[in-house]
């Protein structure tokens, strides 16, 4: 019989604050470096880029001796596929994900939500997950509607009986050295008042983020079917994230 998996919407109503990046960075973490069983659901239709970067990935591996060398050192070391990445819309995602979980054994499942999630359908998605991961960035706009979007969630979720989704999570992402400090600072103390749950990991702002296997280098980052590199992964936050996200999903690695 399949286990149950856990289901996690990635979901912030601003854009470009590291969504679909994140989600495929600790995927590939999480599935090749932790031994967890990972799935995505990419609901960021119709262009589903993540459903593309797997097909760019396959593509640049399979024309690239030193990539197909990773692969082929990656499969002997954990005997492992690539993760499937299942394009849907967002307010399908729920019975997407549900369909991946009664024919595979995952222990979790990511949901890659769009930009946009003002439709009734998108908040019925959000309300039926797990649990909610939301990558902020301290920029004024973004906090605000991030902050007036997840209260009214969580409100939602306070006074409705059996609502599957126990918690929004947030983390901070692309923090740069000096120029938001006072804004990062700000926010954290207005989340700490309003009793959310914040990641003590934080993520920098890092160039490396662009880095794609297609690119023909060695340095890469952000790939579908291997996790970043030791010395890529040095100092990107991303270890740290997903060990915290570990012990709060209460993930059992198998
Ligand atoms: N910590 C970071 N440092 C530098 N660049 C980052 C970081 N996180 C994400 N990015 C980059 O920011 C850009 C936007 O990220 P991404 O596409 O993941 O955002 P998104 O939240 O999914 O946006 P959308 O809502 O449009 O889907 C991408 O080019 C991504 O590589
Ligand atoms: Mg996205």
Request: aromatic share 8%; with cysteine.
């Amino acid at each position: 019989m399949s286990k149950e998996p856990l289901f996690v919407a990635v979901s912030n109503q601003k854009g470009g604050v590291g969504k679909s990046a994140l989600t495929v960075v600790l995927s590939s973490y999480l599935h090749f470096e932790k031994n967890l069983n990972v799935a995505i659901i990419d609901c960021d239709s119709p262009q589903h880029s993540l459903v593309r970067m797997r097909e760019r990935d396959k593509k640049a591996a399979a024309n690239n001796a030193y990539y197909q060398q990773l692969l082929n050192q990656q499969w002997e070391r954990v005997k492992k596929k690539a993760y499937p990445i299942v394009g849907a819309t967002a307010e399908k995602a729920r019975e997407a994900a549900d369909e991946l979980a009664a024919n595979g054994d995952y222990d979790l499942i990511f949901v890659d939500l769009p930009g946009t999630v003002e439709s009734t359908g998108v908040f019925r998605t959000i309300v039926n997950m797990d649990y909610v991961l939301t990558p902020t960035t301290p920029d004024l706009i973004i906090m605000q509607s991030t902050l007036a979007f997840s209260t009214t969630v969580l409100d939602y979720v306070r006074n409705t009986k059996d609502v599957p989704l126990k918690d929004i999570i947030f983390f901070w992402n692309r923090l740069k050295k000096r120029t938001n400090v006072e804004v990062f600072k700000s926010y954290s103390e207005v989340m700490r008042e309003l009793h959310l749950t914040v990641l003590d990991s934080t993520l920098p702002d890092l160039c490396r983020y662009e880095k794609e296997i297609t690119h023909c280098k060695r340095a890469f980052f952000r790939c579908t079917m291997l996790p970043p590199p030791a010395r890529q992964l040095e100092g990107s936050g991303i270890a740290e994230l997903a060990e915290e996200l570990i012990v709060k999903l209460k993930l059992v690695q198998s």
